[in-house]
């Protein structure tokens, strides 16, 4: 569902960049160069502020070449043009499998001397001694003939571009997250340049440019709004959903049975792969739009004054949560650079158990009308429902 969810706009802008190229639309778009720049620089500033240093590297390759082609007139061949925007393309995979962090630090340093150090070394390389590799081409599915006759011969830009849209799927299934997704989007609209020739630069980077920008926005709202253990919307998040609700709406206050005991008993690891599972299956069965209100207890906004069917859907969410085996995970599990345990599929072991919870549930009517008289209406009949043994879902009268 994540993947889902964040493909739509890279996929949307390729295929309008493809139509235009193609010609099945006639836009008439008003590209220039001082657009394009303007779009990466505020793409590469947005990266710096939230510390995004995938999109922040991605701008500022963009803004590498728009000065480059416009700025320093440079005037490359096509086949030198193919191969810097391979280049390029690559070096935005390759930093696409790290995780964010900020630019003006070590690691913004080191970044930036190798970046540099790779422009003037190539450059120097196929002015001296090495220029002949442009124009030479392999075979890759040599003593393949079937192969052959399908890829035929490739240049040493064709092999980058396709390493560079390979590393981009790797971090897509690494991350699964929106940056990396809207970076393998960025990685084909250059395939699109790559194949249209310079006639198809501007439009293209300005798609790149438009398409960072939006990542980064996308990623300030996320910081503000979703919580970052359970990716579901926060409490701020919750606090501007009510004032979009109309009159007739129920809210369920949802908290997890014995956390505090889970947690001294299995750890905070534990804790938090309980957190995550219980999240993950209110989003989904909830029957409305869910929150983390704090700490173990999370709220779910149901529209309509259907009580019944809201019931319904808060006691199938409660058993699918009941039913669900949690696999206690070991505690010396391989972490990634980030610190975070690295996810190992097929590697069974470790204890199972379940968690449960309570649920309070209140809808808006004559002695509840506003949304904070509903919420603790539904406080109220949650407190019922642990009174009452847990594990169940309580309305309020």
């Known amino acids: 569902m994540t993947l889902l969810r964040h493909i739509w706009l890279p996929l949307l802008l390729v295929f309008l960049v493809v139509a235009q190229w193609q010609r099945w639309l006639a836009l008439?778009?008003?590209?220039?160069?001082?657009?394009?720049?303007?779009?990466?620089?505020?793409?590469?500033?947005?990266?710096?502020?939230?510390?995004?240093?995938?999109?922040a590297t991605a701008a500022l390759m963009t803004l590498l070449l728009l000065a480059g082609l416009h700025y320093l007139q440079w005037a490359p061949s096509e086949r030198e043009l193919r191969f810097w925007l391979s280049?390029?393309?690559?070096?935005?995979?390759?930093?696409?499998?790290?995780?964010?962090?900020?630019?003006?630090?070590?690691?913004?340093?080191?970044?930036?001397a190798l970046l540099a150090a790779q422009v003037a070394g190539i450059q120097f390389m196929l002015q001296e001694c090495c220029g002949d590799l442009l124009a030479t081409s392999w075979s890759p599915a040599v003593g393949l003939p079937l192969l052959d006759s399908l890829f035929g011969r490739l240049e040493l830009a064709d092999l980058l571009i396709i390493s560079a849209l390979a590393t981009a799927a790797v971090a897509v299934f690494?991350?699964?997250?929106?940056?990396?997704?809207?970076?393998f989007g960025a990685g084909i609209l250059v395939g699109v340049a790559y194949l249209g020739g310079p006639g198809m630069l501007l439009l293209v980077v300005s798609a790149i440019g438009l398409l960072l920008v939006l990542l980064a926005l996308r990623t300030a709202y996320d910081l503000a709004f979703r919580d970052e253990l359970t990716g579901i919307p926060s409490r701020r998040a919750y606090s501007r959903y009510l004032l979009t609700l109309?009159?007739?709406?129920?809210?369920?206050?949802?908290?997890?049975?014995?956390f505090k005991k889970l947690n001294d008993r299995h750890g905070?690891?534990?804790?938090?792969?309980?957190?995550?599972?219980?999240?993950?299956?209110?989003?989904?069965?909830?029957g409305?739009?869910?929150?983390?209100?704090?700490?173990?207890?999370?709220?779910?906004?149901?529209?309509?004054?259907?009580?019944?069917?809201?019931?319904?859907?808060?006691?199938?969410?409660?058993?699918?949560?009941a039913a669900y085996p949690m696999r206690i995970r070991a505690v010396g599990r391989p972490k990634d650079g980030g610190g975070k345990v690295r996810k190992q599929r097929g590697q069974g072991g470790g204890r199972k158990i379940r968690a449960t919870v309570s649920v309070g549930l209140a809808a808006s009517g004559p002695k509840a009308r506003t949304p904070d008289q509903v919420l603790e209406a539904a406080d109220k009949a949650l407190y019922r429902a642990k009174r009452g043994g847990r594990n169940r879902v309580i309305s309020a009268a």
């Open 174 to 183: 690494w991350h699964r997250d929106q940056v990396s997704i809207g970076l």
């Open 28 to 55: 008439q778009l008003p590209l220039n160069v001082l657009l394009a720049a303007g779009l990466a620089a505020i793409a590469f500033t947005l990266g710096i502020f939230f510390k995004a240093s995938r999109i």
């Open 246 to 258: 109309g009159r007739n709406f129920s809210i369920a206050v949802v908290d997890i049975d014995h």
């Open 87 to 112: 280049v390029g393309a690559l070096n935005v995979a390759l930093v696409s499998l790290t995780r964010d962090r900020s630019l003006l630090s070590f690691f913004g340093l080191i970044l930036a």
């Open 268 to 286: 905070h690891q534990v804790g938090d792969q309980a957190l995550r599972m219980v999240a993950a299956r209110i989003a989904r069965y909830g």
């Open 288 to 321: 409305g739009r869910a929150f983390r209100y704090g700490g173990e207890e999370f709220v779910i906004v149901i529209r309509g004054k259907d009580r019944e069917r809201a019931e319904k859907a808060l006691e199938r969410m409660r058993e699918k949560i």
